[in-house]
């Protein structure tokens, strides 16, 4: 089972495939899957943003996360993004998760309603208990509207089956913060690729990542670099990357970007489900440059 201890690396935030009706598909879903993992991902991330989780139904996500525990076949963890609206229906999608043979799941608060810290806390405390795997608390507060403060976070951490967190903020403190606060006891993690060598370097334990859905290898190349001291080699690495990690962060949103980069690489997923809009013609030409940059073209 994953731990505090044991969650650690790259996380893949793997996108979601569909068919030209906007329907699963499974074939691709499993050809991505099996694209992380054999170029070194430490675990994947499964219908989180970058998986397009607020337009896909509670049969879509389970679904989904069946064909990608069932194709990674033990060999690295499944956390299964399973945020809801209300804390019944996280429940319920957590649960799902769980059925379908995830190690782990990850949300956020809920969003829409401005919620006070009690009710984010019992949001948490009630998904956890539900669960006999563990759970992965997210601060993304652009995307909820329902922040979480350090030592808030650090609070809700303090659960003996929460076993972590993934920020999602361009103010990098806050993730300072809550390690210093945590002081090592839980797995604090960044979820900003163009965060990714600087947070390893004041503690952070890994990355959940949009980046290593399209460029596995190279993500987890930095953290082994890092793991071994080679500073400078991931240092340049990191630097490097950000050619396509710009792309893949908030401007133009991230989904459209890595399933164009995706198709590009010759893994088609398809369009993101609409309204999500797709690429322009000169974003379209910025991540193909970025690719050549990197050698993958």
Do not use: W
């Not at 690396?9 to 991505?32: C, H, M, N």
């Not at 804390?87 to 379908?100: I, K, N, S, Y």
């Not at 984010?120 to 608390?137: E, N, T």
């Amino acid at each position: 089972m994953l731990s505090a201890e044991t969650l650690r690396g790259v996380y893949s935030a793997i996108v979601t495939p569909f068919q030209g009706d906007e329907t699963l598909d499974e074939a691709a879903l499993r050809k991505q899957t099996e694209y992380v993992i054999e170029n070194g991902v430490h675990a994947i991330m499964s219908t989180g943003g970058t998986g397009e989780f607020p337009h896909m139904t509670r049969e879509e996500r389970k679904a989904a996360n069946a064909v990608i525990t069932d194709q990674a076949a033990g060999r690295i963890p499944i956390i299964a993004g399973t945020a809801g609206c209300s804390t019944r229906e996280a429940v319920f999608l957590a649960q799902d998760a769980q059925e379908a043979g995830a190690a782990a799941v990850i949300l956020t608060p809920t969003y829409y309603f401005k919620i006070p810290e009690e009710g984010l806390k019992r949001h948490f405390f009630d998904v956890a208990k539900a669960l006999d795997i563990p759970v992965v608390i997210y601060n993304n507060p652009l995307y909820t509207g329902n922040p979480m403060s350090p030592s808030l976070m650090a609070e809700i951490m303090e659960h003996r089956n929460i076993i972590g967190g993934k920020l999602s903020q361009d103010d990098m403190g806050q993730l300072v913060e809550t390690l210093r606060i945590t002081c090592g006891r839980v797995s604090v993690n960044t979820g900003i690729d163009s965060q990714f060598y600087p947070a390893l370097c004041v503690g952070s334990r890994g990355i959940f990542s949009t980046a290593s859905c399209v460029i596995p290898r190279q993500m987890a190349d930095i953290y082994g670099h890092f793991l071994a001291g080679r500073h400078e080699e991931a240092r340049e690495l990191h630097m490097k990357v950000q050619v396509l990690n710009r792309f893949l962060e908030y401007d133009p949103g991230y989904v459209a970007p890595a399933k164009e980069a995706l198709a590009m690489l010759g893994i088609p997923c398809g369009a993101a489900r609409k309204p999500l809009p797709p690429l322009t013609d000169e974003q379209r030409a910025g991540v193909k440059a970025a690719l050549q940059a990197l050698g993958m073209l």
